[in-house]
């Protein structure tokens, strides 16, 4: 398997030439040269595999240069139930991305939220910090990781990094921004491998940062930085394993058709369905949900692809979504386009010089109508009800992403056909919100009473290239 730059001037690489490098040389994002297929018989016999084999099964066919031996271990050591069950002693990994269904055989919740940071994020990254350690081991290199948070990512990858010989960890959150859980998640670890950086601006604004960095070719590799963001192609064929995952865990064969409902701001976790999609999965039907912050929203209504500024971004009660500028979009163009990198080089000039560009009345919009795509917005007083709704019908309580998602699920359902909604976090991470709806308190697993009152350590900076990059160099793995 051999990985392309969306851009098109980069050489083809293997996967282990493009995991701990982030962006491509070129400034584009890698993509398989093509994607796997999969067949009824593949299918068949998946349905009956462990989450830990399924992912073996899946990441074997986009990754050329480890060994088969050494993927499946990999993935056995990661998906266990004790990491995936808030401390479950048990040992079934049919508990991982369990399946709940809402309204029998029309919608239901793919419980992906199970992790040590409480956010499907976890899904990925724990894989990703395994597939980190087996890659730096087989060198002896060190890693310096460059990320950028909305709000999950950051504890996320933190959680899978911490303690890791070799890697070094620079994430950017958006000062204020995060809830008072995602921060303290964040900010109260005390690993000397771990560095917040609280940045004066929006999500959009650190992410343009990671992208800045990424893109001084010298400093980069100088420095041997690399990336945790969705940017980073092994965050998103890990994501495409839990919609395996649900489509067996809501059909019965290979003859039925779903459909996944996704809240969405950076494009990556619905980019794995398209992923999935692509290799053969009957998926029927993506559904984006957009937050206030609809640049998702409005493109596949109308075709314009229009980015917001910091001042234009909305800070909502579903943070993680208040997002401006989807890094994964490029990808999904990328293929709709008809994999030109020629095109994909335009289209981002436009977007650099006027901040938008429009595929409607182009040959590639007819591309985008038949990618299966179709998209959704829900607003604050939206959450609340859907929270609401679900905790009186069913005493669930779902985190406001999560709502956002099922809202838009309801909004385009196909007759006959289930609609999976992925699960964003446990409603614990957002109590603001939840008491709102609610009227009482969310629940807490096991270990996180009083987090936010632990100690907090992250430095403050303004949107600053250069003092972000001193302050790498000071902390910087040797």
Not at 419 to 441: H, M, S, Y
């Amino acid at each position: 398997m051999k990985y392309v730059s969306t851009r098109g001037l980069a050489p083809e690489a293997s996967f282990l030439d493009i995991l701990l490098s982030g962006l491509a040389p070129d400034g584009g994002l890698y993509l398989p040269a093509e994607y796997p297929k999969v067949t009824r018989t593949e299918l068949d016999a998946w349905r009956v595999l462990p989450y830990a084999d399924l992912a073996a099964a899946i990441l074997r066919r986009f990754i050329g240069d480890i060994p088969a031996a050494d993927i499946e271990r990999l993935c056995r050591q990661t998906y266990t139930a004790a990491t995936y069950g808030h401390g479950r002693a048990d040992s079934d990994c049919a508990q991982i991305a369990p399946l709940r269904w809402l309204e029998p055989g029309r919608l239901a919740l793919l419980e992906l939220s199970n992790g040590p940071t409480l956010a499907f994020k976890d899904m990925a990254m724990q894989l990703l910090g395994a597939l980190f350690e087996y890659a730096l081991a087989r060198t002896g290199e060190r890693l310096n990781i460059l990320g950028a948070t909305s709000g999950d990512t950051g504890s996320a990858a933190e959680y899978a990094m911490r303690g890791r010989p070799g890697i070094k960890v620079f994430m950017l959150s958006p000062l204020g921004r995060m809830s008072a859980f995602q921060r303290a998640q964040m900010y109260s670890l005390a690993d000397a491998n771990i560095f917040n950086i609280a940045v004066e601006g929006v999500f959009d604004d650190c992410q343009d940062l990671v992208k800045a960095v990424s893109n001084d070719i010298e400093f980069k590799r100088r420095l041997r930085i690399g990336t945790v963001n969705s940017i980073n192609w092994a965050r998103v064929v890990a994501q495409v394993v839990y919609y395996f995952k649900g489509y067996f865990a809501a059909t019965r064969s290979a003859d039925e058709a779903v459909a996944f409902a996704v809240p969405s701001g950076n494009f990556g976790n619905v980019l794995a369905g398209w992923i999935a999609r692509n290799m053969g999965l009957p998926i029927a039907r993506l559904i984006v949900a957009s937050n206030e912050n609809d640049v998702l929203d409005e493109f596949f209504r109308s075709g314009r692809y229009r980015v917001r500024s910091a001042a234009e971004t909305r800070a909502t009660s579903s943070p993680s979504m208040d997002i401006s500028k989807a890094s994964n979009f490029e990808r999904y163009v990328f293929d709709i386009v008809g994999r030109s990198g020629e095109t994909v080089r335009t289209l981002w000039r436009q977007l650099d010089e006027c901040g938008s560009f429009d595929l409607a009345g182009t040959p590639h919009w007819a591309a985008v109508a038949a990618s299966g795509f179709v998209s959704g917005r829900s607003t604050h007083a939206d959450r609340l009800a859907t929270i609401r709704d679900l905790y009186v019908r069913c005493r669930l309580v779902i985190d406001p992403h999560t709502a956002d998602g099922v809202k838009v699920a309801r909004e385009h359902a196909l007759p006959g056909v289930a609609t999976i909604c992925l699960e964003t976090a446990l409603p614990a991470k957002f109590a603001e919100t939840i008491v709102e709806a609610i009227g009482r308190e969310p629940e807490r697993p096991p270990g996180y009473e009083g987090i936010e009152s632990a100690p907090q350590r992250y430095q403050v900076m303004p949107v600053d290239v250069a003092r972000l990059k001193a302050y790498i160099e000071a902390h910087a793995a040797p």
